[in-house]
T-cell receptor, first 115, second 109 residues
Framework: DAGVIQSPRHEVTEMGQEVTLRCKPI?????LFWYRQTMMRGLELLIY????????DSGMPEDRFSAKMPNASFSTLKIQPSEPRDSAVYFC?????????????FGPGTRLLVL | GQSLEQPSEVTAVEGAIVQINCTYQ??????LSWYQQHDGGAPTFLSY????GLEETGRFSSFLSRSDSYGYLLLQELQMKDSASYFC??????????FGTGTRLKVLA
């Protein structure tokens, strides 16, 4: 199994630009999470999808953030416009709802730097 | 509010045993997980406790006491490759995980 795939792995952009992060969950997993990790705030849940439907987006910091999951094998997290305080590592994670549901599998992350 | 507390840093020598504690105050509780994260890497799952007691997986063990809102991760026969950050995480609902701030483990030769 390829694991959770994220792209790009690194992104450097200027303030005001649109940023799109991509995630391909593990095949067969029906739950997908987007997290943000910073030194100050640790690992924070941004949004949770179940069966491609956004269930909880209460962690999305502002309207500048949006996420979609058009099908079971693809999700995007978009920041528009980006700001320097959005600089962080963004992780996508997936899990099954069957046996072993308690285990989240994290992707390698996207390291975002907004100048 | 939700809070998890764990030590910020722990240092031990190769071959030793180390215990990383986690206390939590959360509005709900399904279970306590532990994740390992190497510098520049992704968190990887280590263990999950839903019930009181000790779970053993190779060199790693995890303990939970629900009445004390407390758990720990025990690492035995420490190896250099165990140098990483370790996060406890409480599942407060079917999907909501609250992560601790992490404990940085340094293993010395």
């Amino acid at each position: 199994d390829a694991g959770v795939i994220q792209s790009p792995r690194h992104e450097v952009t200027e303030m005001g630009q649109e940023v799109t992060l991509r995630c391909k969950p593990i095949s067969g997993h029906n739950s997908l999470f987007w997290y943000r990790q910073t030194m100050m705030r640790g690992l924070e849940l941004l949004i949770y999808f179940n069966n491609n439907v956004p269930i909880d987006d209460s962690g999305m910091p502002e309207d500048r953030f949006s996420a979609k999951m058009p099908n079971a094998s693809f999700s995007t997290l978009k920041i528009q416009p980006s700001e320097p305080r959005d600089s962080a590592v963004y992780f996508c994670a997936s899990r099954t709802s069957d046996r072993g549901w308690e285990t989240q599998y994290f992707g390698p992350g996207t390291r975002l730097l907004v100048l | 509010g939700q809070s998890l507390e764990q030590p910020s840093e722990v240092t031990a020598v190769e071959g030793a045993i180390v215990q990383i504690n986690c206390t939590y105050q959360t509005s709900g509780f399904y279970g306590l997980s532990w994740y390992q994260q190497h510098d520049g890497g992704a968190p990887t799952f280590l263990s999950y406790n839903a019930l009181d007691g000790l779970e053993e997986t190779g060199r790693f063990s995890s303990f939970l006491s629900r009445s004390d809102s407390y758990g720990y991760l025990l690492l035995q026969e420490l190896q250099m490759k165990d140098s990483a950050s370790y996060f406890c995480a409480v599942t407060i609902g079917t999907y909501k995980y609250i992560f601790g701030t992490g404990t940085r483990l340094k293993v010395l030769a």
